[in-house]
């Protein structure tokens, strides 16, 4: 009897630890799967965009997707192992979706159900359409909507207050582009070769300010003032309806400054660390300053307005290739 009572024991012992093994591993897979509102971001995703067409779906269908028809998608809490997705390490969220030169059509859905996204790229596709609405998604670290054919005006970033870096170059948005002063993490701002338009906003409240890319548009007035970002290395301006006179450059340490095919008259202004620059044309005074020795040296033409007796209305020859106010930098 007592073995028998013995062997129950042991039984039970057992029984209990794999049921709690049981509960363990069923609590590790709900832990593992995305919400539901994730999901389905990424599964609408996919359809706007010609998902069965990408270069690279993989994992997205149950199976090889289909070409034609409609995809049966993989099971749920498979979302974290889908091609370009990228979860936190619970695979709890959606942190990373990077879709760039993947071959996606039509137009870009909602994302505001990836409620921790911190980066999205979908950059040299054939997107067309405007861009979502990333009000809210507070998250947000980097976008690149680069390369596409995407219309209309340039995002809200209001309360992207983690943002450190947006491309939405070579495309077609059109309008004003944000104040950007609520962004204190912001590094970089591209939107050369768009059809934007009005004045640029002050650059206040940007201490970590690195790149400062406009080209190729339709902005008027007179440039802003760069006081204090003192992390500012790149400033392209060039292709533009700008008026007033050149920034004085001469406490920050900017290497590379794009200014030319412009409006811009007076004199040429201080500087300190430039290295690389393009000012020209650009209805400059041309009057001896004591300026000009840095901007010889930095458009590596002496004088800096080209050949002499041409004046800075001349087109000259970019010492770094063929000159072009339409070759990204």
Not at 138 to 166: A, N
Not at 196 to 225: C, H, I, K
Not at 233 to 243: A, E, V
């Amino acid at each position: 009897m007592s073995i028998e009572r013995t062997d129950m024991a042991k039984l039970k012992h057992i029984f209990s630890a794999m049921l709690g093994l049981a509960l363990c591993i069923m609590s590790v897979l709900a832990i593992a799967a995305i919400p539901k509102s994730e999901r389905k971001v990424l599964t609408t995703l996919y359809l706007a965009t010609g998902g069965d067409g990408w270069n690279i779906n993989n994992n997205w269908c149950n199976g090889t997707c289909p070409l034609i028809g409609t995809p049966k998608f993989n099971a749920p809490g498979t979302e974290c192992t889908w091609a370009h997705v990228t979860c936190n390490a619970d695979q709890t969220h959606v942190t990373v979706l990077v879709l760039g030169d993947n071959n996606l059509v039509g137009q870009l859905t909602s994302l505001q159900g990836l409620t921790q996204l911190q980066a999205f790229a979908a950059s040299w596709n054939n997107l067309s359409g405007s861009i979502p609405d990333f009000s809210g998604m507070t998250s947000l670290q980097d976008i690149d909507l680069s390369t596409d054919q995407l219309s209309g005006s340039f995002p809200d970033l209001t309360k992207l207050t983690g943002l450190y870096h947006i491309d939405v170059s070579f495309n077609q948005l059109s309008g004003s582009i944000p104040d950007f002063s609520n962004l204190p993490l912001l590094e970089g701002i591209n939107a050369n070769n768009n059809q934007l338009s009005g004045t640029l906003p002050p650059l206040v409240g940007l201490p970590q300010l690195q790149e400062l890319q406009l080209s190729n548009n339709r902005f008027s007035g007179a440039m802003p003032t760069f006081a204090g970002l003192y992390d500012l290395d790149l400033i392209t301006l060039d292709g533009n309806l700008l008026t007033g006179s050149l920034p004085d450059l001469s406490d920050l340490n900017v290497g590379i400054f794009y200014a030319d095919h412009n409006q811009l008259t007076g004199s040429v202004t201080p500087t300190n660390n430039l290295d690389i620059a393009r000012i020209c044309p650009n209805p400059l005074s041309l009057e001896p300053n004591a300026n000009d020795a840095a901007w010889d040296y930095a458009t590596r033409n002496t004088p800096w307005w080209g050949p002499a007796g041409e004046g800075c209305d001349h087109i000259f020859s970019d010492p770094f290739g063929e000159y072009s106010n339409t070759k990204p930098l």
